[in-house]
């Protein structure tokens, strides 16, 4: 009951002729409004309770669904985009980004920077392009050559020259090294 707006009549009463009858219209009066208020909250509650619910079986019906597709973005040498496209799976890779891979890795695992940081994130690069096989030959290899004891004393700047596929299974990699030590 909204104390701004007075008492709220619910329907016609008629007169009460005992004294019983202006007792219980007394009571009405007074609880009548209270009841028919909480039967009002108690609907808009379980409303909102059916909405919650409707809304959760929504949710958890589109996470099911599972809507998400990776795309791959092909970028030219000035780093524009030439392909967008949904990314196909068993999709082969073309021989330039075999070539730009592999010159890639090869760049990582030569070069020595003045910096170990840069280093470092280099040859992290290096084993993300290996399976574990190959991670255990570069690591062996990194044992055998040790290529961080030259941080700092020496510099080693790799340009590869050429990527060429030499068989149908194997690329013939080129390249240059220059050395630049204190």
Do not use: C, H
Not at 16 to 43: C, I, K, S
Not at 100 to 112: H, N, P
Request: no cysteine; glycine share 8%.
């Amino acid at each position: 009951m909204n104390p701004l707006k007075g008492s709220a009549r619910y329907g016609a009463t008629p007169q009460p002729e005992t004294p019983y009858q202006r007792a219980g219209q007394a009571w009405d009066e007074r609880m009548g409004a209270a009841r028919v208020q909480a039967a009002n909250w108690r609907l808009m509650a379980l409303s909102l309770l059916a909405l919650s619910g409707g809304l959760s079986a929504g949710l958890v019906g589109l996470a099911l669904r599972g809507g998400v597709t990776p795309w791959v973005v092909e970028v030219d040498r000035l780093g524009e985009p030439r392909v967008v496209a949904p990314a196909v799976q068993g999709a082969r890779a073309t021989d330039p980004m075999i070539a730009w891979t592999l010159a890639r890795f090869i760049t990582d695992v030569r070069a020595v920077s003045t910096d170990p940081v840069v280093m470092r994130q280099a040859w992290l690069r290096a084993y993300d392009f290996t399976d574990a096989d190959g991670a255990a030959a570069l690591s062996d290899y990194a044992r055998r050559n040790d290529p961080f004891a030259q941080v700092g004393r020496a510099q080693v700047v790799v340009t590869v020259s050429s990527v060429v596929r030499a068989t149908p299974s194997s690329f013939r990699v080129a390249w240059g090294e220059q050395r630049y030590a204190d």
